[in-house]
């Protein structure tokens, strides 16, 4: 599930029956994916780039597996960028436990708006679905 599309419930008033222009909190909803999805951005950069040195040095295992001091060097470094790769997966969780935190926040702020009032059900299993989400992510850790 997305939880972005869950982050906005209506952008209608029930009670006036007026259209609203975009909500606030669909724009907000927008502007915190649109933040998620540039950190991601930057992570995957920083990741391929791990990725990358990884495979050099593999190729450079295989082109000097008969020197033996050049094969610790390389050993070392492999275990290095496994560490580099086991930050960036805890950096990515991060990343998206943060952005389930301000959208359930997000949602709590909405359920008290008086205008949303007839949504409450539904913004709660809302909120309860992105607390699993973010409970699954918090597991990982």
């Given amino acids: 599930m ?3 599309k869950t ?3 209506a952008s209608e008033s029930p009670d006036s029956g007026i259209d609203l222009p975009k909500d606030i909190y669909h724009k907000e909803s927008v ?3 649109n933040d998620l999805l540039r950190k991601e951005k930057d992570w995957k950069n920083r990741s391929q780039k791990v990725l990358a040195r990884e495979a050099e ?3 450079e295992s295989q082109a000097n597996s008969t020197y033996l001091s050049e094969m610790n060097r390389i050993k070392n470094q492999l275990i290095e960028i496994q560490k580099e790769k086991a930050q960036l997966n805890s950096e990515l969780n991060d990343m998206h436990i943060g952005y389930l935190k301000k ?3 997000l949602l709590q702020r909405q359920r ?3 205008r949303f009032s007839s949504f409450s059900d539904k913004i709660d299993r809302q909120i309860d679905d992105l607390r699993k989400q973010k409970k699954s992510l918090e597991q990982k850790l």
């Fill in 57 to 59: 040095l593999k190729k």
């Fill in 112 to 114: 008290g708006d008086a």
């Fill in 2 to 4: 997305d939880p972005l």
């Fill in 103 to 105: 959208l359930i926040s």
């Fill in 7 to 9: 982050a906005s419930v």
């Fill in 31 to 33: 502007a915190l994916k």
